[in-house]
């Protein structure tokens, strides 16, 4: 299974932006999908979740602001991003938990968002 994330970039305070990740591969099935971040000198942290029955979960600093969807034919997840501000800039990481026998966490490559103020 690869991840493939896209849609980081640079962008100005109360700007949108949206991120996707694609999975692809055979023979599995996705129990959830999220994003994570890590911005610099800061942990790693969940922005959002969506598991396969469309149950959604948020980090507290972007819950109205960010909406976490997916796309199950494509594989694909999105995170729409709305009034962006400059401490959401970090390196957004995707994640899926597969079923292949027992769940495994796949990471996709991080994408860059930086958000100017």
């Known amino acids: 299974v690869q991840l493939q994330a896209s849609g980081g970039g640079l962008v100005q305070s109360g700007w949108s932006l949206r991120l996707s990740c694609a999975a692809s591969g055979s023979g599995f099935t996705i129990k959830a999908m999220g994003w994570y971040r890590q911005a610099p000198g800061k942990q790693h942290e969940l922005v959002a979740i969506?598991?396969?029955?469309?149950?959604?979960n948020y980090a507290d600093s972007v819950k109205g602001r960010f909406t976490i969807s997916r796309d199950n034919a494509k594989n694909t997840v999105y995170l729409q991003m709305n009034s962006l501000k400059p401490e959401d800039t970090a390196v957004y990481y995707c994640n899926a938990l597969i079923v292949a026998g027992t769940v495994y966490p796949y990471w996709g490559q991080g994408t860059e968002l930086t958000v100017s103020s």
């Open positions: 969506i598991t396969s029955a469309d149950s959604t």
